[in-house]
């Protein structure tokens, strides 16, 4: 069972920025692929980005390509989202996941086996 905890939203204006962090409980947290998703009033969970475990990967979705940068720490069990140039549109819930796998790339919410609680990411005009 690997327990994933976010933290780093809040409320920011359009044009700023926000890291968030998750921290899983994963032993072998080398051995997870880690993404992030989001989820806005109304709307079903999407694909943000996500990180392979040895973070010489990445994939992310077209909205936030560009402004948005996945990255990984192992030796701290850690992932972070850096969010630049946030628009209200980026406005949501923001989880963390995470999977146990060697397919490159998971992009699909049913794909990752773990979920952290999320972090509300409010974007301001």
């Known amino acids: 069972q690997v327990q994933l905890v976010e933290w780093g939203g809040g409320l920011v204006q359009a044009g700023g920025s926000l890291r968030l962090s998750c921290a899983a409980s994963?032993?072998?947290?080398?051995?997870?692929?880690m993404g992030w998703f989001r989820q806005a009033p109304g709307k079903e969970r999407e694909f943000v980005a996500a990180i392979r475990r040895t973070g010489g990967s990445t994939n992310y979705a077209d909205s936030v390509k560009g402004r948005f940068t996945i990255s990984r720490d192992n030796a701290k069990n850690t992932v972070y989202l850096q969010m630049n140039s946030l628009k209200p549109e980026d406005t949501a819930v923001y989880y963390c996941?995470?999977?146990?796998?060697?397919?490159?790339?998971?992009?699909?919410?049913?794909?990752?086996?773990?979920w952290g609680q999320g972090t509300q990411v409010t974007v301001s005009s």
């Open positions: 996941a995470a999977v146990y796998g060697v397919k490159w790339p998971y992009s699909r919410a049913n794909e990752y086996d773990y």
């Open positions: 994963a032993r072998t947290f080398s051995n997870y692929v």
